[in-house]
């Protein structure tokens, strides 16, 4: 059951104190496990700070309470390198799921994508979250790559 009502969607340029949560909840739900030290995410997340376009962050929250996080990056898969940009890492906290934060924050990546003049936005997810990107409009593109399936999105989709 989703607590949060309420949120925003702001670029973690703009929110810079929420830089810790975001290279916190990336690097347990993706890098731990294989061994990644959490500096490494934490400094991927601080490139956000210099760049004007890609890599791009956006994170939502109730006020100071983080909630979700979305990024918009070149690459999020080394083997389709004819892909760019990629919204990757979206993450909601486990208590705001089911509320729309995160269909926010995938949109929020899309039109982060498309306001920088590129046509196409892409993403890639584990088949049984496949679902959740087609009900926001995602065309699946291709299956099992690397176990995930590929799904972009046009411009004015």
Same mark, same amino acid.
């Given at each position: 059951?989703?607590?949060?009502?309420?949120?925003?969607?702001?670029? @973690?340029?703009?929110?810079? &104190?929420?830089?810790?949560? %975001?290279? $916190?909840?990336?690097? =347990?739900?993706?890098?731990?496990?294989?061994? *990644?030290?959490?500096? @490494?995410?934490?400094?991927? %997340?601080?490139? =956000? !700070?210099?760049? #004007?376009?890609?890599?791009?962050?956006? %994170?939502? *929250?109730?006020? $100071?309470? !983080?909630?979700?996080?979305?990024?918009?990056?070149? =690459?999020?898969?080394?083997?389709?390198?004819?892909?760019?940009?990629? +919204?990757?890492? +979206?993450? %909601?906290?486990? #208590?705001?799921?089911?509320?729309?934060?995160?269909?926010?924050? /995938?949109?929020?990546?899309?039109?982060?994508?498309?306001?920088?003049? !590129?046509?196409?936005?892409? @993403?890639?997810?584990?088949?049984? +979250?496949?679902? !959740?990107?087609?009900? @926001?409009?995602?065309?699946?593109?291709?299956?099992? /790559? &690397?176990?995930? =399936? +590929?799904?972009?999105?046009?411009?004015?989709?």
């Amino acid at each position: 059951m989703a607590t949060h009502k309420t949120y925003s969607i702001s670029d @973690l340029r703009d929110r810079p &104190e929420f830089a810790g949560d %975001v290279a $916190d909840r990336i690097w =347990n739900a993706w890098w731990r496990q294989d061994g *990644h030290e959490r500096a @490494l995410i934490r400094g991927l %997340v601080d490139e =956000n !700070f210099a760049s #004007t376009g890609l890599p791009q962050a956006f %994170v939502a *929250h109730d006020g $100071d309470t !983080f909630l979700g996080t979305a990024h918009l990056i070149d =690459n999020d898969l080394e083997s389709r390198p004819q892909y760019s940009p990629w +919204v990757a890492a +979206v993450w %909601v906290d486990e #208590t705001a799921r089911r509320s729309g934060i995160g269909a926010a924050l /995938v949109q929020a990546g899309a039109d982060a994508a498309f306001g920088q003049g !590129f046509d196409t936005a892409y @993403l890639c997810a584990k088949p049984a +979250v496949s679902a !959740f990107y087609e009900r @926001l409009g995602w065309q699946r593109i291709e299956e099992d /790559v &690397e176990g995930l =399936n +590929v799904f972009s999105m046009k411009r004015g989709a």
